[in-house]
């Protein structure tokens, strides 16, 4: 690693992820394809199955069982109620949960809604640069997770590294990312097909906030990318081998995401409240599905679950 490679304006990450959820809506409208409900569970589906995902994810701790002193780490803060670090909360098997993240502001924020909820006791928030802070926990968790958060470091060798080092001899690492093309240049092939799905929807549903009518697939230069958010997906294409090479791989899951987050960038909100929209959209995942297992579209989501070395 050169200097350069570790200079990314983290000043400018912690500004952007400060307002999380208006990354994700602008104005009240979605544009961001997981942010619908539909998509959401699909992901958890192709995830977990029928199981329910905390049921699924306890079991693969091996010593968890009917233990409710479980220590977790997010690596990462979510912003509302209904997020993982709470439903760890609610299943009462946890006895900590340390979240950390860049951005005091969403910290801050978090902490105060889940004081707010009754969540306080377990939940311990920590502001804390992935890429350069040192770990200092003093005991090893039986869970560490991230959701969305890995995709945005560059350090990755480090980072995965410390947490082999930070799990418990039985304790498992979950993590549910963005793991394609680094900062979203997509394959011609890839653009090509989703920009003929995307002409052959009603321009209606294919106009965003701005009122433009999109005629192709999302597809931002690097310089677009980077100057919204200096870390996105700065090095997503390797998670997946580097997660293999510092850690026990148990299983990945690949989950699609390849057409439809640069089909409905910007516009997605027409799929959860608009006729036609609505009715769509349920197509458009089970085409994503036969895309994807057909390998003609890669996966660009996964969810990985790992040992300690
Ligand atoms: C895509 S968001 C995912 C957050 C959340 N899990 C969600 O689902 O909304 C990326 C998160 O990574 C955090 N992040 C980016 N770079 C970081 C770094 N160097 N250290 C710690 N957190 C970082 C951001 O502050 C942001 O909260």
Redesign the pocket.
Known sequence: MNDDENTKP?SR??E??SN?AD??SKDGFKVFWESLELPSAYQIQEAFGDTPWIENILSRIPDADGRSDLRALA?????GDG?AANEFVRSGRFEEITV????SK?LASQQELTDDLGLGEILRYRR??????PWEFEQPFDLIF????L???ERLERLFSEINTHLSPSGLFCMREYVGPDRFQYGEKQVEIVSEIMRALPERLRTDVKGQVCQAAWQPTIDEVVEDDP?EAIRSSELLDLANRFLSVDEIRLTGGSLLDPLLHGIAGHFENNPGGREILPLLIVFEKILVRKGVLPSDYAFLFAHKL
């Open positions: 983290l990450v912690e952007k992820w999380s990354v994700y690596l990462g803060c979510s912003h997020v950390v993240d860049l951005s969403l804390m640069d992935l890429e350069n802070d991230a959701i969305g958060t995709h945005h470091i870390s």
